[in-house]
């Protein structure tokens, strides 16, 4: 769209009682030129009404959102007070799981993950989780990847995983790779367990900030 398209297009929203400012955008124009090219285009007393409510609404969107993020950062503030706290105790399982979330855990907001292809890992993780968090065993989810090259079915993987971790089938996932090679290349030397790579997560919004905050304090930081 050339400039005098775009000049043509402003005058005919700006009748049609859009404000200058969704125009630009819309154009991708700068704010300053539409107003300067619809200037001399009067607004019904209808159309000056539907902008002042509009404006007002965006205004009390704003407020609200600002009003959202200072309660998420009071609740990030207490969940880190948590995590001193806990670290404090000198709890061994909590230090432990604390270190192996450190060394491990993945960098997502709101989601406490946990990737080790050792079993006796994942254990202790999950132990950290259920006992020195006290996090429901029915948030925690579980995925494997895995291939199928050495001959064990799916099914066993899942009961194999099931039974160690004592987790319902229905939070476990597999994913079969079929591109056995380049998964084992990729994931190296493992143990004789039936998978390839083991995936721990909790939606836990609070575990994240206080576990860092655990993992910090525990280091003095």
């Known amino acids: ?16 009682g859009i404000s ?17 090219w619809c200037r001399d285009i009067q607004l019904t007393p209808e159309q000056e009404a539907a902008l002042q ?10 407020k609200g959102a600002g009003a959202n993020v200072a309660i998420h950062r009071e609740k ?7 995590g001193r706290q806990k670290a404090c105790e000198g709890d061994p399982l909590h230090l432990a799981g604390c270190m192996l979330y450190w060394a491990e855990g993945s960098k997502r907001r709101n989601m406490v993950e946990f990737v080790n ?31 199928m ?21 229905d939070n476990i996932s597999l994913r079969d790779h079929l591109k056995s090679f380049l998964l084992s290349q990729f994931c190296g030397s493992v143990s004789d367990a039936p998978l390839r790579l ?9 575990l994240r900030p206080a576990r ?5 304090f525990s280091n003095g930081f």
């Open 198 to 206: 083991n995936h721990f997560s909790d939606v836990g919004a609070g």
């Open 149 to 169: 090259g050495n001959g064990v079915p799916l099914t066993e993987i899942e009961d194999y995983w099931s039974t160690l971790l004592d987790i319902s089938k």
């Open 20 to 36: 200058i400012i969704v125009i630009a955008r819309q154009l991708k124009a700068p704010k300053s030129s539409v107003s300067t």
């Open 1 to 16: 769209m050339t400039k005098r398209d775009k000049r043509e297009e402003a005058r005919s929203l700006r009748r049609q």
């Open 53 to 62: 409510h509009s404006d007002a609404r965006r205004k009390a969107q704003v």
């Open 76 to 82: 990030r503030r207490r969940y880190q007070e948590q």
């Open 117 to 147: 292809s050792d079993p006796e890992m994942m254990v202790l993780f999950n132990r950290f989780l259920r006992e020195a968090l006290s996090v429901d065993k029915e948030k925690i989810k579980f995925s494997i990847r895995c291939y």
């Open 212 to 216: 860092y905050q655990d993992v910090d």
